[in-house]
């Protein structure tokens, strides 16, 4: 089953996107470079809880 998880920037702390991903056997937090709207660049944004 995919779960729904959030990505927030590691800069400003906004949380901007959503993805679905599988959460089985797991162990690090998804990190992908996105668009941020509040710091106008692009961004590491990473998995939140």
């Known amino acids: 089953m995919r ?3 959030t990505l ?3 800069d400003c702390g906004s949380r901007n996107y ?3 991903g599988s959460k ?3 162990t690090e937090r998804l ?3 996105k668009f941020c709207n ?3 660049a692009h ?3 990473r998995e939140t809880k």
Do not use: D, M, S, Y
Request: with cysteine.
């Open 3 to 5: 779960k729904k998880i």
């Open 8 to 10: 927030a920037c590691v």
């Open 18 to 20: 959503t993805t679905a």
């Open 24 to 26: 089985e056997n797991q």
């Open 31 to 33: 990190e992908l470079k």
């Open 38 to 40: 509040n710091c106008n």
């Open 43 to 45: 961004t590491v944004h």
